[in-house]
T-cell receptor, first 112, second 111 residues
Framework: DTAVSQTPKYLVTQMGNDKSIKCEQNLGHDTMYWYKQDSKKFLKIMFSYNNKELIINETVPNRFSPKSPDKAHLNLHINSLELGDSAVYFC???????????FGPGTRLTVL | GQQVMQIPQYQHVQEGEDFTTYCNSSTTLSNIQWYKQRPGGHPVFLIQLVKSGEVKKQKRLTFQFGEAKKNSSLHITATQTTDVGTYFCAGPRGSNYKLTFGKGTLLTVNP
């Protein structure tokens, strides 16, 4: 049973395209997150949602639009992809707030 | 803004040697968490420290939280090849919904 799952695992696309990444958790957690990990392995929070509501938007360009249809899902849509968007994107969840976080397997996005 | 600094950035050891990574915050932290990320994997939670001066052990791993709750360390005794990976510390930053991660320490172990 996968606790936090993400699809797709790999995403290769051209600059200017629009793409989505999906995340689901079956842990019954209230809080979900998106992180970006660049080539230097720096892990930076992008968004935090609690009970479907956006709590944190960490100065991410508005080309990135998260959506949480319910507590168990947090998707990330990216418009007009740029080269600098290439990274691994991790979804994570926690029971409530910044407790122990469970990370998904990551989505490696490559923009050509 | 609040930052979480972590050193060293890289550490290469011979199997059997000890390893320590250090984490420092510019402000007092309510808690600190440690994560391990294997190459090609995702971060996995190791532990959370909450109390000033707290020390916790997990087999060969020893975690400490400083008295001022601004620094922390992870010490591994007698490293094994299975310890390879990047170790991150993380602390809350201005919100109960935002963790700031250190830049991590990449540990490699020579068998």
């Amino acid at each position: 049973d996968t606790a936090v799952s993400q699809t797709p695992k790999y995403l290769v696309t051209q600059m200017g395209n629009d793409k989505s990444i999906k995340c689901e958790q079956n842990l019954g957690h209230d809080t979900m997150y998106w992180y970006k990990q660049d080539s230097k392995k720096f892990l930076k929070i992008m968004f935090s949602y609690n009970n479907k509501e956006l709590i944190i938007n960490e100065t991410v360009p508005n080309r990135f639009s998260p959506k949480s249809p319910d507590k168990a899902h947090l998707n990330l849509h990216i418009n007009s992809l740029e080269l600098g968007d290439s990274a691994v994107y991790f979804c994570a969840s926690s029971l409530q707030g910044i407790n122990e976080q469970f990370f998904g397997p990551g989505t490696r996005l490559t923009v050509l | 803004g609040q930052q979480v600094m972590q050193i060293p950035q890289y550490q290469h050891v011979q199997e059997g040697e000890d390893f320590t990574t250090y984490c420092n915050s510019s402000t007092t932290l309510s808690n600190i968490q440690w994560y391990k990320q294997r190459p090609g994997g995702h971060p996995v939670f190791l532990i959370q420290l909450v109390k000033s001066g707290e020390v916790k052990k997990q087999k060969r791993l020893t975690f400490q939280f400083g008295e001022a709750k601004k620094n922390s360390s992870l010490h591994i005794t007698a490293t094994q090849t299975t310890d390879v990976g990047t170790y991150f510390c993380a602390g809350p930053r201005g919100s109960n919904y935002k963790l700031t991660f250190g830049k991590g320490t990449l540990l490699t172990v020579n068998p």
